[in-house]
T-cell receptor, first 111, second 115 residues
Framework: GQQVMQIPQYQHVQEGEDFTTYCNSS?????IQWYKQRPGGHPVFLIQ?????EVKKQKRLTFQFGEAKKNSSLHITATQTTDVGTYFC???????????FGAGTILRVKS | NAGVTQTPKFRVLKTGQSMTLLCAQD?????MYWYRQDPGMGLRLIHY???????AKGEVPDGYNVSRLKKQNFLLGLESAAPSQTSVYFC??????????????FGEGSRLTVL
């Protein structure tokens, strides 16, 4: 079945270092979404990418959608303690308005 | 506005017991979803609904039933709870945006433990 794989599973960085998480799909995606979940919280929508090769920025966060629309990445520049949490990518399942999520990347930031 | 509200937030069940989780939304969204979250496995779709009176199976529907009698409510039922159903359950909603999936709005989650 359709799968969305995310790496790494876990990353522990020093405050100020950069962080990147990667998302790969077994099929071409019409769009991809990214969510952040703080410890003990619920997932919160960050962004949606639709176009091949699209790059979007939100302050220190940069999101990319691959040319083949099968992969995506989230890069955080100069991490801060407020960045801690789990970052999920999600893509639509075949046939219909349902999202399949990657397993997530847990980010821990040492101050 | 409350957004997406889940009740209860915590529940402990014994194997074989039944229970219902309620999701209520005040955003007038057409689509509603139930996900479960387990460590290392992300969010997996259990069931979903594209409108009042409709339901459909997701990735992991076995052992669960759902109903959407009113547009604002989506109920998730466990008829005979099993320890494998110990998880955190999230309800989510989205507007219908056609072929491009709309962003999901999540409730705060319901932590269920089955002993």
């Amino acid at each position: 079945g359709q799968q969305v794989m995310q790496i790494p599973q876990y990353q522990h960085v020093q405050e100020g270092e950069d962080f990147t998480t990667y998302c790969n799909s077994s099929t071409t995606l019409s769009n991809i979404q990214w969510y952040k979940q703080r410890p003990g919280g619920h997932p919160v929508f960050l962004i949606q990418l639709v176009k091949s090769g699209e790059v979007k920025k939100q302050k220190r966060l940069t999101f990319q959608f691959g040319e083949a629309k099968k992969n995506s990445s989230l890069h955080i520049t100069a991490t801060q303690t407020t960045d801690v949490g789990t970052y999920f990518c999600a893509g639509p399942m075949e046939y219909g308005n349902k999202l399949v999520f990657g397993a997530g990347t847990i980010l821990r930031v040492k101050s | 506005n409350a957004g997406v509200t889940q009740t209860p937030k915590f529940r402990v069940l014994k194997t074989g017991q039944s229970m219902t989780l309620l999701c209520a939304q005040d955003m007038n969204h057409e689509y509603m979803y139930w996900y479960r979250q387990d460590p290392g496995m992300g969010l997996r779709l259990i069931h979903y609904s594209v409108g009042e009176g409709t339901t459909a199976k997701g990735e992991v529907p076995d052992g669960y039933n759902v109903s959407r009698l009113k547009k604002q409510n989506f109920l998730l039922g466990l008829e005979s709870a099993a320890p494998s159903q110990t998880s955190v359950y999230f309800c989510a909603t989205s507007r219908d945006r056609g072929p491009v999936t709309g962003e999901l709005f999540f409730g705060e989650g319901s932590r269920l433990t089955v002993l």
